[in-house]
């Protein structure tokens, strides 16, 4: 069984995303996954700037709280909103704020690598959408997930990265958003597995 960290990245509490998270949830505890599930909406997330050179500020209890969640866990699930192309900027400060160097990379004193501190922990981003999911694909190439992929979980480790997509969204009827709910339930049971 898979320690797995779910995060609501919609900044309003009543929303599909929130309601994703949750069958997401349903689904891994009920398969014996332990599941913790924090939501943007309870966070209150600051839009300070990031101590990206460890001057000792004292961070505050959110950043620490889901600083010691990424380090409990195993699997890191995030259901969010695609808006204007990018996610909402309440979800962009917790990227800014919680993975810092020092907790989620390390930079070399020489040269230009650095070592991925999230090595071991896989990641998934369930994002929902109004954009036509072959426009997504096939005219814009799907920009969002590369860079979720490669500059933000991949940047720090995470691997694999996997990535499910709903939409859209606002034209979607009633049995198209339970079958969502359902996708994501299963995706909950099969825990870091899920494919």
């Known amino acids: 069984m898979a320690r797995i960290l779910v995060l609501t990245g919609h900044p309003r509490a009543e929303s599909f995303c929130a309601a994703l998270a949750e069958r997401y949830v349903d689904g891994a505890r009920a398969a014996g996954h332990e599941v913790r599930l924090r939501a943007l909406s309870e966070i209150g997330p600051d839009l ?48 800014d704020r919680v993975l810092l160097p020092g907790f989620a990379f390390r930079y070399h004193r020489e040269g230009i690598g650095w070592d991925r501190l999230m090595k071991g922990r896989s990641a998934r981003a369930i994002l929902t959408m109004d954009t036509p999911p072959f426009v997504l694909r096939w005219l814009w190439g799907r920009p969002i ?3 979720l992929k490669i500059q933000v979980f991949g940047f720090c480790g995470f691997a694999p990265v996997r990535f499910t997509t709903f939409g859209v969204v606002r034209k979607s009827t009633p049995e198209k958003r339970a079958a969502w709910l359902a996708e994501v339930e299963a995706l909950g049971r099969s825990g870091v597995r899920g494919s």
């Open 48 to 95: 300070v700037a990031p101590d990206y050179h460890g001057d000792g500020g004292v961070l505050p209890a959110w950043v620490t709280d889901l600083q010691a969640d990424l380090t409990w866990c195993e699997h890191w699930v995030i259901v969010a909103p695609m808006w204007w192309g990018g996610l909402p900027a309440g979800l962009e400060a917790v990227f």
């Open 145 to 147: 997930l590369r860079r």
